[in-house]
Structures are given as structure tokens and as C-alpha cells.
């Protein structure tokens, strides 16, 4: 298995620009999940999904979109990429809303200037 | 809302020496689970221990261990017999009734040759 992936692990883009980060998993996971880290303030759900069509969001949703529409991928969309949004991201899953393990991938970071 | 409390943004200990990193968490759940992340400078996140709330017994894995205080909302990582790979961030963290992980702001430990 390969894990959790996510591409790319590098991005710098411009203000008002538009991206998706890519995460991807091949263990059957229901549950996936979206995080920022940003210095002294850990990690921060943006959004989840606890399966293929349903989304819900997190503690820090605005700017971000989601979709799921495989049990695999859980894209994340920067509409409209705004400084702010500089951070690492993190995507994870696990098997579902009892799992006690979250897996998580090796993280992207964003640089928006 | 659950909350989880990382006092310490850094700690230090000596090679071979004993380090307790502290967390406090709220919740008013009355089933849930408590974490500790380790993320070393490669920035991947990785379990270190879990410990379930309704179990008494302290976790242990091998040199780490937790000292949990229901009653105080606190959980605490013991690392004994520190070694330079132990140096990392250190993150906290809770999981509920819902499938959401929330997590402490980090503890950074440097490890002293």
C-alpha cells in the first residue's frame, strides 16, 4: 500500500490564483480529512468527509472547497489563493468515525505571495 | 468544543535523561481518546501512543508512556532514555464522539548531545 499521497509537496503561487492539492488513499478508508499547520498553532481541520458524496466543514473552512467522489480522493480547491492561505496542508484518513488511527500524508507546502 | 492545551512550546532535555511534555484537554464527552504526534523535521506525522479514556491503566510504548489524570484533564508524555532521534514537535491530541481530531499548538523538544 502506498498510504496516504499527496501532490505536489511543493507549490508557491500568486494572489487570486486557483489550485487543487491532491490526496489520495489506497487502503478503503471512509474517513478523510483536510489540515493546515501553521507555526504555533498546530494542525487545524479545514474540512472532512466520512465518505464518497459527503463533506462536511472544519474549524477553518473559508477559501477551501471540497468534493468526494470516490472513496479514494478528497481533493482540495483553492478558489482564490490569498496570502493567508501560506501553510502546510495535510490530508489523512482512517477507516471510519470509531477508528482510533488517522493516517496521515507527507503534507504540501503552500506559499502564496 | 473540545480543546486541547500544550503549555510547553519548548522544551530540552539531555541525551539519555527523562523528559515529561504537558497537555490539559477539555471536552465534555465522556467517551473519547487522547494522542500524542511526534513530527520530526522530515515533517511527517506520526502516532506515538494513544491512550482510550475509559481505560485506567497508563499507556506504554517501549521508552514513552503517558501519565493520564481523568479527573484533571490531563495527559502527559513521559520520554525516557532520550535519544537524538526523539528531537521533534510534539503534538496533543483529542478525539470525541465525532470522527474529528483536534489538536494542541505543539511542543518542540531538543535533544542535547
Known amino acids: 500500500n502506498a498510504g496516504v499521497t499527496q501532490t505536489p509537496k511543493f507549490q508557491v503561487l500568486k494572489t487570486g490564483q486557483s489550485m487543487t492539492l491532491q490526496c489520495a488513499q489506497d487502503m478503503n478508508h471512509e474517513y478523510m480529512s483536510w489540515y493546515r499547520q501553521d507555526p504555533g498553532m498546530g494542525l487545524r481541520l479545514i474540512h472532512y468527509s466520512v465518505g464518497a458524496g459527503i463533506t462536511d466543514q472544519g474549524e477553518v473552512p473559508n477559501g477551501y472547497n471540497v468534493s468526494r467522489s470516490t472513496t479514494e480522493d478528497f481533493p482540495l480547491r483553492l478558489l482564490s489563493a490569498a496570502p493567508s492561505q501560506t501553510s502546510v496542508y495535510f490530508c489523512?484518513?482512517?477507516?471510519?468515525?470509531?477508528?482510533?488511527?488517522?493516517?496521515f500524508g507527507p503534507g504540501t507546502r503552500l506559499t502564496v505571495t | 468544543a473540545q480543546t486541547v492545551t500544550q503549555s510547553q512550546p519548548e522544551m530540552s532535555v539531555q541525551e539519555a535523561e527523562t523528559v515529561t511534555l504537558s497537555c490539559t484537554y477539555d471536552t465534555s464527552e465522556s467517551d473519547y481518546y487522547l494522542f500524542w504526534y511526534k513530527q520530526p523535521p522530515s515533517r511527517q506525522m506520526i502516532l506515538v501512543i494513544r491512550?482510550?479514556?475509559?481505560?485506567?491503566q497508563n499507556a506504554t510504548e517501549n521508552r514513552f508512556s503517558v501519565n493520564f489524570q481523568k479527573a484533571a484533564k490531563s495527559f502527559s508524555l513521559k520520554i525516557s532514555d532520550s535519544q537524538l532521534g526523539d528531537a521533534a514537535m510534539y503534538f496533543c491530541?483529542?478525539?470525541?464522539?465525532?470522527?474529528?481530531?483536534?489538536f494542541g499548538k505543539g511542543t518542540k523538544l531538543t535533544v542535547n548531545p
Open positions: 491530541a483529542m478525539k470525541g464522539g465525532s470522527e474529528k481530531l483536534v
Open positions: 491512550q482510550e479514556a475509559y481505560k485506567q
Open positions: 489523512a484518513s482512517s477507516y471510519g468515525t470509531h477508528s482510533l488511527e488517522q493516517y
